[in-house]
């Protein structure tokens, strides 16, 4: 694709519920990161995918936060049981091993 | 240890004045650098990029950056500020990838506010 895509671009969820933020990285770039970033703050690393290598989560909150990426290419990632202190706009970008990295308009989350 | 430290979380310049941003990294093997910048409400979009040769870079709306391996700094400048500068700008370290390691580190972040 040209660029990376995230959808939604917004959603709103009540307190409790699960959430899935999708990412549509550039087509054939090996590596793909996701972050976090909340209002008026700097991003927040959450996980890294470089390839078909286990992902490195060190930065996932806590364990209600997970994300896959199948086939190499779309990645997603999942809130269970959502709590205020989880709305921020997730951010997706994608690179081309050392290069630069590419990101998504994000997705903002709001929880209620 | 891989860090990147942008000194000074908000900078505030007259427009029509010189902006400078600093950044500071520490790696132990040779890094890319790179500036983004962050317009409100959207996503990150790169200004320049350090990789190999030549150390003084050049990017998008006037800015450009010198990679100083001795000072180990990536400095963000741009001879004379306009009120569309002002946005939020990001300092990253790219690693050669490892397996199971995350090989990009952003700084916190500088907000640049230019006054008219």
């Known amino acids: 694709g040209a660029g990376v895509s995230q959808s939604p671009s917004n959603k709103v969820t009540e307190k409790g519920k699960d959430v899935e933020l999708r990412c549509d990285p550039i087509s054939g770039h090996t590596a793909l990161y996701w972050y976090r970033q909340s209002l008026g703050q700097g991003l927040e690393f959450l996980i890294y995918f470089q390839g078909n290598s286990a992902p490195d989560k060190s930065g996932l909150p806590s364990d209600r936060f997970s994300a896959e990426r199948t086939g190499g290419s779309v990645s997603t990632l999942t809130i269970q049981r959502t709590q205020q202190e989880d709305s921020a706009v997730y951010l997706c970008?994608?690179?081309?091993?050392?290069?630069?990295?590419?990101f998504g308009q994000g997705t903002r989350l709001t929880v209620v | 240890a891989q860090s990147v430290t942008q000194l000074g979380s908000h900078v505030s310049v007259s427009e029509g004045a010189l902006v400078l941003l600093r950044c500071n990294y520490s790696?132990?093997?040779?890094?890319?650098l790179f500036w983004y910048v962050q317009y409100p409400n959207q996503g990150l979009q790169l200004l320049l990029k350090?990789?190999?040769?030549?150390?003084l870079v050049k990017g998008i709306n006037g800015f450009e950056a010198e990679f100083k391996k001795s000072e180990t700094s990536f400095h963000l400048t741009k001879p004379s500020a306009h009120m569309s500068d002002a946005a939020e700008y990001f300092c990253?370290?790219?690693?050669?990838?490892?397996?199971?390691?995350?090989?990009?580190?952003f700084g916190t972040g500088t907000r640049l506010t230019v006054i008219p």
């Open positions: 790696s132990s093997v040779p890094p890319y």
């Open positions: 990253a370290v790219s690693l050669p990838p490892k397996t199971g390691a995350n090989n990009l580190f």
């Open positions: 350090y990789t190999t040769g030549a150390t």
């Open positions: 970008a994608s690179s081309l091993r050392q290069r630069e990295a590419f």
